[in-house]
Each structure stands twice: as C-alpha cells, then as structure tokens.
C-alpha cells in the first residue's frame, strides 16, 4: 500500500516562505515523476510543480520564480520550496507521485497567506 504523506504547510505572511515535503512510503517503486497540486475553495485542483525520475520541472506560470521543486529519488521524495507568498497562493497543497499509468496522492496539507 503506497502512502504519500505531506508535511511543512502552514499560516504565513504575504512575503513569507514555506517548505512542502512529501515522503512515499510502502513501496520500493522509483515513480516517474513526482510533484505537488493545490485546490483553493471553490476552484479545481491545479499543477504547481512536477519533476520527472531524471530531473526536468514544470511549474506553473504563476509560480515560476518563487517556487522550486526538488526531488530525492532514492528516498522517494519530493520537496517544494516556496518563497515570496502571496494571498494567492493559499490553498490545500496535494503530494502526486506517478508510477506508469497509476496516480497517488496525498491527504494534503493547508497552506494560508495572510495579508
């Protein structure tokens, strides 16, 4: 059974930083590609940042930047640094983890930034 379980999230000021991590656990599985996805209320799940086994990122536009990705491949886990916040920014943020054709995800963990 694969869990992915997020920690670093927060209450924060507008300028402030934070640090997402995620660690998978239950699997010797060396997933394609891992990142983290946020839900703000009311609105869908959006990509923030993935990066692949090899190292190649995507962000989103609106976090390029401020936002850096990183990943442990041998310890099967990903961390978000995220720097100049905005009000924005707040949101569930959600761990992904891809092995072929199969998604896991995270419980999630709140991020909040004060104005």
């Known amino acids: 059974q694969v869990q992915l379980v997020e920690s670093g999230g927060g209450l924060v000021q507008t300028g402030g930083s934070l640090r997402l991590s995620c660690a998978a656990s239950g699997t010797v599985l060396s997933f394609n590609a891992m990142g983290w996805y946020r839900q703000a209320p009311g609105k869908q799940r959006e990509l923030v940042a993935l990066?692949?086994?090899?190292?190649?990122?995507n962000y989103a536009d609106s976090v390029k930047g401020r936002f850096t990705i990183s990943r442990e491949n041998a310890k099967n886990k990903v961390s978000l640094e995220m720097n100049s916040l905005k009000p924005d920014d707040t949101a569930v943020y959600y761990c992904?983890?891809?092995?072929?054709?199969?998604?896991?995800w995270g419980q999630g963990t709140q991020v909040t930034v004060s104005s």
């Open positions: 992904k983890a891809v092995f072929l054709y199969s998604d896991y």
């Open positions: 990066i692949t086994s090899a190292g190649s990122t």
